[in-house]
């Protein structure tokens, strides 16, 4: 199982980014979620969408912000993509796409790819 984040970089505030998540393996069984963490801080979710397509957000700062989407390419590759609108410099971290359980959060996560940095300047 391989998650290979991707779309990070430099935006400045009131910006938007894509970020995209390139899944291969069993993904159908699997929710996956973007996670984001700051240097010295602990890693926090962001959104995750479930294998059935429900979205769970977990914190509250990005609703109506970001939004997250999941496409199946086949058996064993999707895509799930982060949308995030009006950024701001508190959304500066590093983020993670993961694979597991979304209503577990971090501790249902059982795949973790590399982060992408995201900046957001003033």
């Known amino acids: 199982f391989q998650l290979q984040a991707s779309g990070g970089g430099l935006v400045q505030a009131g910006g938007s980014l894509r970020l995209s998540c390139a899944a291969s393996?069993?993904?159908?069984?699997?929710?996956i979620g973007w996670f984001r963490q700051v240097p010295g801080g602990l890693r926090e979710g962001v959104l995750c969408?479930?294998?059935?397509?429900?979205?769970?957000?977990?914190?509250d700062s990005v609703k109506g912000r970001f939004t997250i989407s999941r496409d199946k390419k086949d058996n064993t590759k999707e895509s799930v993509d982060l949308q995030m609108n009006s950024l701001q410099p508190e959304d500066t971290a590093v983020y993670y796409c993961?694979?597991?359980?979304?209503?577990?959060?971090?501790?249902?996560?059982?795949?973790w790819g590399k982060g992408t940095q995201v900046t957001v300047s003033s």
């Open positions: 993961a694979a597991g359980d979304c209503v577990e959060g971090f501790y249902g996560m059982n795949y």
């Open positions: 393996g069993f993904t159908s069984s699997y929710g």
């Open positions: 969408v479930s294998s059935a397509g429900v979205t769970t957000t977990y914190v």
